[in-house]
């Protein structure tokens, strides 16, 4: 079935250092989206990419949609403690609502 | 909006036990999804309605767990019997496929069973 791969798993890095995710799939991707769970607390939405080739900015982060829209990546640029939390990119999946989350990718800083 | 509602937000229980979880979705939204979060399966669908008619329930583990959307503004996820490896977070989301399709995740149901 449809599968979503996302790399690291886990992140350590410094206060003000960047910071990338990356998310693979086999298969080309109408959309993707990103989300964002803090610790303890529960997924929220970020964005969502549809076009080929796509980048999309919020404030420090920066989200690219592959030209094959087989691939995804969220890059955070001068890390903050605020930005602690694990990382999932999602993917459609078998029908219209369904949509297959990857591993995540923890973060977390050092002050 | 007050968002996603999921209770019990804590649920300890013992093994054997039924345990039913309660989700509701936010208003006019026309998807719901529960979905189990632990640190060696990270966050697996098990089941989502589309217009109160589940759609796919191959995430659903076994024949112990069951939901059910008697109306579009009520879901209960149920256990019966739970075991210990039950235990996990569990997430209540919900959409509206006419638009973005941005999924609005409760604050999620803490279950332990010993």
């Known amino acids: 079935g449809q599968q979503v791969m996302q790399i690291p798993q886990y992140q350590h890095v410094q206060e003000g250092e960047d910071f990338t995710t990356y998310c693979n799939s086999s298969?080309?991707?109408?959309?993707i989206q990103w989300y964002k769970q803090r610790p303890g607390g529960h997924p929220v939405f970020l964005i969502q990419?549809?076009?080929?080739?796509e980048v999309k900015k919020q404030k420090r982060l920066t989200f690219q949609f592959g030209e094959a829209k087989k691939n995804s990546s969220l890059h955070i640029t001068a890390t903050q403690t605020t930005d602690v939390g694990t990382y999932f990119c999602?993917?459609?999946?078998?029908?219209?609502?369904?949509?297959?989350f990857g591993s995540g990718t923890r973060l977390s800083i050092r002050p | 909006d007050a968002g996603v509602i999921q209770s019990p937000r804590h649920e300890v229980t013992e093994m054997g036990q039924e345990v039913t979880l309660r989700c509701k979705p936010i208003?006019?939204?026309?998807?719901l999804f529960w979905y189990r979060q632990t640190m060696m399966r990270g966050l697996e669908l098990l089941i989502y309605?589309?217009?109160?008619?589940?759609?796919?329930d191959s995430g659903m583990p076994e024949d112990r767990f069951s939901a059910k959307m008697p109306n579009a503004s009520f879901s209960t996820l149920k256990i019966q019997p739970s075991e210990p490896r039950d235990s996990a977070v569990y997430f209540c989301?919900?959409?509206?496929?006419?638009?973005?399709?941005?999924?609005?995740f409760g604050p999620g149901t803490r279950l332990t069973v010993l």
């Open positions: 989301a919900s959409s509206d496929t006419g638009a973005y399709n941005e999924q609005f």
């Open positions: 298969t080309t991707l109408s959309n």
């Open positions: 990419l549809v076009k080929s080739g």
């Open positions: 999602a993917g459609p999946g078998s029908s219209a609502s369904k949509i297959i």
């Open positions: 208003s006019g939204h026309n998807s």
């Open positions: 309605f589309n217009n109160n008619v589940p759609i796919d």
